[in-house]
T-cell receptor, first 114, second 114 residues
Framework: NAGVTQTPKFRVLKTGQSMTLLCAQD?????MYWYRQDPGMGLRLIHY???????AKGEVPDGYNVSRLKKQNFLLGLESAAPSQTSVYFC?????????????FGDGTRLSIL | AQKITQTQPGMFVQEKEAVTLDCTYD???????LFWYKQPSSGEMIFLIY??????QNATEGRYSLNFQKARKSANLVISASQLGDSAMYFC???????????FGKGMKLTVNP
């Protein structure tokens, strides 16, 4: 009963380093999303995907790249990490964009950039 | 443009009492869905309840109900018989019909006192 799984759960990077966050879902969902959560800001959409091989920009896409090579996986990349990217990152997925379909979230990745 | 407003930064309630968490929204789309999520201190995002713009009745899920006032554009979450485990951050979110994106409010913190 995994649902949405994010790896890693925690990571500390130095400024300028790169890394990839992995999101995997086993619910056969078409739509996947990456959010960041900062204190007092709620969740803000970084990038999303409406299906395998497709990606689109969200509200705060700068400094991030994504890929959806397989339907079940959605990767978020930081090419050159900056302290402003210190945040908690959440992946989510949903079956469709019918308005009654909730997004299901992973447990989050806490990322610190020094 | 979509907008979700949660004006209460924090609330306190006594165990076993009912509490209402406020959410107002702004959209020009007649078709939309409203969601409430709970985020306990452990960090995961838990879907609680959904209300569709065309639903005739207020949504209910166990101890959670949604006081949906369409003319006022409000979708307040009511938690009956509060429990200590209800202490968490609560987020209101909206998706317009056919949109892939879920827009979140900034959240509010509920503390249930024994």
């Amino acid at each position: 009963n995994a649902g949405v799984t994010q790896t890693p759960k925690f990571r500390v990077l130095k400024t300028g380093q790169s890394m990839t966050l992995l999101c995997a879902q086993d619910m056969n969902h078409e739509y996947m999303y990456w959010y960041r959560q900062d204190p007092g800001m709620g969740l803000r959409l970084i990038h999303y995907s409406v299906g395998e091989g497709t990606t689109a920009k969200g509200e705060v896409p700068d400094g991030y790249n994504v890929s959806r090579l397989k339907k079940q996986n959605f990767l978020l990349g930081l090419e050159s990490a900056a302290p402003s990217q210190t945040s908690v990152y959440f992946c989510a997925s949903s079956y469709s964009v019918n308005s009654n379909q909730p997004q299901h979230f992973g447990d989050g990745t806490r990322l610190s950039i020094l | 443009a979509q907008k979700i407003t949660q004006t209460q930064p924090g609330m306190f309630v006594q165990e076993k009492e009912a509490v209402t968490l406020d959410c107002t929204y702004d959209t020009s789309d007649p078709s939309y869905g409203l969601f409430w999520y709970k985020q306990p201190s452990s960090g995961e995002m838990i879907f609680l309840i959904y209300q569709g713009s065309y639903d005739q009745q207020n949504a209910t899920e166990g101890r959670y109900s949604l006081n949906f006032q369409k003319a006022r554009k409000s979708a307040n979450l009511v938690i009956s018989a509060s429990q200590l485990g209800d202490s968490a951050m609560y987020f209101c979110a909206m998706r317009e019909g056919g949109s892939e994106k879920l827009v979140f409010g900034k959240g509010m913190k509920l503390t249930v006192n024994p």
